[in-house]
């Protein structure tokens, strides 16, 4: 059974960080390109940032450019989401998901999906 989970959501202040970790069992994530999502309440689902297998080249949505970043270990068949600067708009849960594509940004996209992990960052 395919699982990902996300972990080390939470409240933060404005201009804090916080560090998201997904975790797979049963698949392996060096064949996949990674992605972060995040969802606002009465919001669409919306990309965030990908890394695709190697490591190399990640991707990022232009409210990510400067202030996220994304990585992964594959040997340890995790990824990771690094958020700096962190702002009230960036209030969303984050999923991390798994795409067999080369380079993917649309949740069509993705075929593996995560339940999720709260970010809140206050005023």
């Known amino acids: 059974q395919v699982q990902l989970v996300e972990s080390g959501g939470g409240l933060v202040q404005a201009g804090g960080s916080l560090k998201l970790s997904c975790a797979s069992s049963?698949?392996?994530?060096?064949?996949?390109?990674m992605g972060w999502f995040r969802q606002a309440p009465g919001k669409e689902r919306e990309f965030v940032a990908g890394?695709?297998?190697?490591?190399?080249?990640?991707y990022y949505a232009d409210s990510a450019k400067g202030r996220f970043r994304i990585s992964r270990d594959n040997a340890k068949n995790t990824v990771h989401l690094q958020m700096d600067s962190l702002k009230p708009e960036d209030t969303a849960v984050y999923f991390c998901?798994?795409?067999?594509?080369?380079?993917?940004?649309?949740?069509?996209?993705?075929?593996?999906w995560g339940q999720g992990t709260q970010v809140t960052v206050s005023e």
């Open positions: 998901a798994a795409s067999a594509k080369w380079v993917a940004r649309y949740t069509t996209e993705y075929n593996y």
């Open positions: 049963g698949l392996p994530l060096s064949l996949h390109t």
């Open positions: 890394i695709i297998q190697s490591g190399g080249s990640p």
